[in-house]
């Protein structure tokens, strides 16, 4: 498939989001489609009352459809040295689609979606809304439970690279 040449706007605009620090997450979903994971790092929160996150999702993604149509979902933010889980997910290794949630880390019954164990926290809810945006649905997830690793670092993506933080004292 060719794609349209992109415009001087948007080569500014994404290497000034290559500059910008994000939290690394896998989102996935289980449910009715399917169960689906992939490496994520358009997450932020909104607001605490209820606890809600969005998450961007391409509509080209293969997993896009199993995001918005199960209703539960679960942001894993990536601890420092989960890289190799980000890599997994973000389809950079040979690991077979149906064979990423074989490792003995995925957590597959507990929450009603994936969970990583000793991710430096994972968020598990539901979808309350779906919004579009270009390329991208924005979901909003009503988290309903929350598991934190709270002694572990972090993984964050700046300059097209994952960077490990240490967690401080």
Known sequence: M???ELTPTQR???AAMAN??????????????GRAGTT??????VTDTPPTMIVCINKSATS???YVEN???AINVLAHEQEDV???FANATDTPREKRFDDPRWDLETYGAPVLSHAA???VGRIASVSHQGSHSVLFVEVETVVTTPETGGLVYFQRKFHSIKATA
């Open 71 to 73: 209703d539960k979902i």
């Open 12 to 14: 500014k605009f994404r």
């Open 64 to 66: 896009h459809d199993a």
């Open 121 to 123: 926290a994972s968020l």
């Open 20 to 33: 910008l620090s994000a939290g690394v997450t896998v989102v996935t979903a289980y449910g009715k489609h």
């Open 2 to 4: 060719m794609t349209a």
């Open 86 to 88: 980000a890599l997994v």
């Open 40 to 45: 994520v790092s358009a997450v932020c929160s």
